[in-house]
């Protein structure tokens, strides 16, 4: 196709007036530049500094940390304030593909907390934890908060203390983002015996029309004293596909759903339309993330190693199943929406260890960001 464009523009071209040259040169920019493809962008939102008195590292070493493993984007969302990243000295060697993002992590004590993405300045404290609301109220607040800054709100690690729960996020306008899985390790990202992991209330809104997606980050503390029990990055992160590197277009994909999240499962083929979902897993890409020590899956007493790919609808219902590397679903209008999770697991000790990818939603319902937004 792009062999036979080429030979016409050259017939054009042996027609050409000298004076006719710019002209067709700028034709030919315009030519490429439709041809142009979007790329895939590693990233993570979520990250603490010493500027909130219990992170060992200042914005510079932790900026340097996400810089010298490849990542092209990091938040510093710290506590309640706002790092700008116009003051952080960038590496001497920094390379051309990696961008801040401003942001904050709105904290409301023990009520909620929310990444305000892409903001441009700090998020006015009373929308932190206004007296009396409701855990709906803070969550909605720090939404607002967020837009009123021009950013985009993640509600943070809903079962950190089991803080939230799909009660209280549901009901909440404008939120379109949360964390599916967090690194730090008191998050409880799985659950435990009384309560749904974080994946269940996930298909819990999506089921109950909400349109939300799965964010993964590392919500790293230390970056000296490595171990699983410590709040160590490189755990989490998101795959974000966009026209360029640019805080702006970075949280829009966001926004819209153009990512990713994955613990450690690195994709190749991500197809998402609403008839059909295509799945293809980028086994380099998987095998060399996880041989970072940073790295720690889910432990499991059973499990089948390799890869897995299913699709999974409404009530979190398992549609397809499929072994191997590359899957594709025809989306029919038998469940409200359709999300693929890639799971991967490997021996670790005298068990399994599991690793995902989660991709966004298809909804076939219609649903939409709220008109407002
Ligand atoms: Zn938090
Ligand atoms: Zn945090």
Redesign the pocket.
Known sequence: MLVSRIETLLIVVNNLSPKSISFFISLTLLFFSGCSSKEWYKGNT?T?TVLCGHADSTPEAVTQWYHNRGYNFLCL?EHNQFIDPAMVKMPADKRDDFILIPGE?ITGGSMA?TTALNTDGLVDPAFREPEGASKTEVIQAHVHGARARHGHAIS?HPNFRYMNTADDLRPVEGLHMFELYNGHPKVNNFGDAEHISVEVMWDQLLTDGMLIYGVSSD?AHDFKKLAPDESNPGRGWVMVRSDELSPDAITEAMYHGDFYATNGVMLNVVDSTRQRIEIGVDESATETELQSTFVIGQSMNQGELGYRIQFIGEGGNVLEDVKGTQASFSVTDASSYVRAKVTYTRKQGNGFENFYAWTQPVFTDGRQHFTHD
């Open positions: 979520h603490h969302s992590e907390h943070n919500d």
